[in-house]
Every structure is written in C-alpha cells, then in structure tokens.
C-alpha cells in the first residue's frame, strides 16, 4: 500500500513537471494560445488629412498600411486612426481626452501642425497645444510619437526653421519619440517638392499638397522605425 501510494504521488509530480515544461517550451496547447494572443496593445493615431486618407481609396493610406505591417511582424497591436482631415492642433488637443478614455491607448501617434500653418497660427500656440497632448497621453500611461512636418520654401526660411524646429522641442521637453519630417523621400526628393514648378508634383495630388497612393509607404517607412523601438 505504500509502495503503490508512493508510486502515484511520484507519478503525479512527474505529470506536473512535464505540463509546466511543456508550456515553457509553446509545445502546451493552452498555454501557447494564450502567449500568442497576448496584445502588443492599441495605437491611437490622432492626425490630419495625411492620416484620414484625403483623397485616396479606402485602405491604401499609411495609418491603414501600418496595421499590415503589424501583422506581418507578428505584433497583435489595435490601430485606432482618429485622424480628421483639416484638423489643427487645437482640435486635436480637444478631442484627446475623450479618445483616451475611450480607447486607452498603450501609444499614441500625433500627425498635427501641417494645418496650423496653412491657417497662420501662431507657432508658439501649435507648440503649446502638442505640449499639452504629449503630457495628456503621457499621464495616461501611453507612449507617444511625434511625427514632425515642414513647410514649402515660400513660407520663408525663418519661418519654415522655426515651424520644424519645434516638434523637435516638445519632443525633447518631453522625452517623446520623434519622426522629424512625415514627407521625407516625398517632398524633399527630386520631383516629389510640392509647389515649386510643374515638374515637382509627381507623388502629390493636383492639389500638391496631399500625396499619392503611391507616397504613402514611404510615410509608413518614415515612420515604422522609431514606432518599432516603442513596442518593444
């Protein structure tokens, strides 16, 4: 009797220690599912027209790309694009909250600016209201990604330096991730200069101000890099 009872409780221990191998190793069933469908976490993505798809058919933009392109490196992440075309940085800081608390973004991405400049704004406005979107999703618990934009030669050099020069401000004030320029490869490559003469508009729309289909990943690839390193 005790030989037997010491037989099945070593047997037990056996059974055991194989089961929780087995998960260690993926080759348990459950418990590689339920690695597997661990989520990398949501992506809130709050821009302008050149994350809404202005323009171009459902699917074909760089936000939409960006949800392949997690797929393909395996990344279960939730990409919510609430970007609105025409957007400033003023309607964007008040809509966050609302998006935060309704989406609880693990990153959020900010494409804004572009408009704040066409309009006029006053650049220390668009650098306070990125400041206060940065720290808002910050606090609530989110990673964030500035995405920097430029502005066409004709605005002025002055201008234009100062207009780019303050994403990289926020971002660094902030110890936020930074893509200097959303339209590099794009606006800076020979024929791709939107505004400068006939010849320079071939991946932007007739109104030269919004890209092409084909543009599009090119931004993601602007993109994806220093998207990478904070979802690791």
């Known amino acids: 009797m005790r030989l037997s009872l010491y037989r099945r409780n070593l047997y037990r221990r056996h059974f055991i220690a194989a089961g929780v191998l087995a998960a260690l190793a993926g080759t348990w069933p459950a418990a590689g599912a339920a690695i597997a469908a661990r989520p990398a976490g949501t992506i809130l993505v709050v821009g302008d027209s050149l994350s809404a798809e202005y323009g171009l058919k459902r699917g074909s933009g760089w936000v939409a790309l960006l949800e392949s392109k997690?797929?393909?490196?395996?990344?279960?992440?939730?990409?919510?694009?609430?970007?609105?075309?025409?957007?400033?940085?003023?309607?964007?800081?008040s809509r966050?909250?609302?998006?935060?608390?309704?989406?609880?973004?693990?990153?959020?991405?900010?494409?804004?600016g572009g408009n704040d400049?066409?309009?006029?704004?006053?650049?220390?406005?668009?650098?306070?209201?990125?400041?206060?979107?940065?720290?808002?999703?910050?606090?609530?618990?989110?990673?964030?990604?500035?995405?920097?934009?430029?502005?066409?030669?004709?605005?002025?050099?002055?201008?234009?330096?100062?207009?780019?020069?303050?994403?990289a401000d926020v971002a660094k004030a902030n110890k936020a991730a930074l893509v200097p320029f959303l339209l590099k490869g794009i606006a800076d490559a020979p024929n791709g200069t939107a505004g400068n003469s006939d010849d320079n508009t071939r991946l932007f729309q007739a109104d030269r101000i919004h890209p092409r289909e084909e543009a599009h990943p090119v931004m993601l690839a602007n993109v994806w890099p220093e998207l990478k390193k904070l979802l690791k």
Do not use: W
Request: glycine content about 10%.
């Open 117 to 167: 400049a066409l309009r006029g704004l006053s650049l220390r406005l668009t650098e306070d209201n990125l400041n206060q979107m940065t720290q808002a999703a910050q606090k609530a618990g989110a990673r964030v990604l500035l995405i920097g934009m430029q502005v066409p030669p004709n605005y002025g050099k002055d201008y234009g330096a100062r207009f780019a020069a303050l994403f």
């Open 70 to 93: 997690l797929k393909a490196e395996k990344l279960p992440a939730t990409v919510v694009n609430a970007s609105i075309s025409g957007d400033t940085t003023s309607g964007g800081r």
């Open 96 to 112: 966050l909250a609302g998006l935060l608390a309704q989406h609880q973004p693990t990153h959020v991405i900010i494409e804004l």
